[in-house]
């Protein structure tokens, strides 16, 4: 079955990056596209950006550019997102998400931005 | 960004009950529209696709409608285990966007 495993949460200091990761098993890793998604109390769900694990090729929310980096290994069927320059405005749930139809979820991962 | 204005915000409902949330997209989405099911501290589960479509394994009280800017998600007879948070999802356009959640409770 469709599983994404994200890794775990994370604190960490203001000014400092982070990356997420989200292993892909159950399914074709390259034939699927993978989303990214913030959730916060206050901001509710925001789209981060998308990748495209076959080619490598990206498209981020405008709000994110700069702010988040999205990559793939296809090797291990794994997904990442660098958070840099993190504030504590970047503190919230990740989640990764497949298909343009954001059809399964994976568990989410809080990251905590504080000194 | 297209806005998704999901109502209500609460809502709380009987065992039994038929419940009815909603969601208004700022311009037209076709049937661009999702439908997730979210549990304290759960990953969201997607419910309806498309609009009206079911997801596999979902019982067949959750279902969707609506096109264009109205999009409907009812339970038919709403059940304890659906004490959740729901919220929509447009995917017709660039940046993807959300509806603010309805968080059900029971009555």
């Known amino acids: 079955q469709v599983q994404l495993q994200q890794s775990g949460a994370e604190l960490v200091k203001p000014g400092t990056s982070v990356k997420l990761s989200c292993k892909a098993s159950g399914y074709t890793f390259t034939s699927n596209h993978m989303n990214w998604i913030k959730q916060t109390t206050g901001q509710g769900l925001e789209w981060i950006g998308i990748?495209?694990?076959?080619?490598?090729?990206?498209s981020y929310n405008v709000k994110f550019k700069g702010k988040a980096t999205l990559t793939v290994d296809k090797s291990s069927s794994t997904a990442f997102m660098q958070l840099s320059s993190l504030t504590p405005e970047d503190s919230a749930v990740y989640y990764c998400?497949?298909?343009?139809?954001?059809?399964?979820w994976g568990q989410g991962v809080m990251v905590t931005v504080s000194s | 960004d297209i806005q998704m204005t999901q109502s209500p915000s609460f809502l709380s409902a009987s065992v039994g009950d038929r419940v009815t949330i909603n969601c208004k997209a700022s311009q037209n989405i076709n049937r661009y529209l999702n439908w997730y099911q979210q549990k304290l501290g759960e990953a969201p589960k997607l419910l309806i696709y498309n609009a009206n479509s079911l997801q596999t394994g979902i019982p067949s009280r959750f279902s969707g409608s609506g096109s264009g800017t109205d999009f409907t998600l009812t339970i038919s007879s709403l059940q304890p285990e659906d004490v959740a948070t729901y919220f929509c999802l447009q995917h017709n356009s660039w940046p993807r966007t959300f509806g603010a959640g309805t968080k059900l409770e029971l009555k």
């Open positions: 990748i495209n694990p076959g080619s490598g090729g990206t």
């Open positions: 998400a497949r298909r343009l139809g954001f059809d399964y």
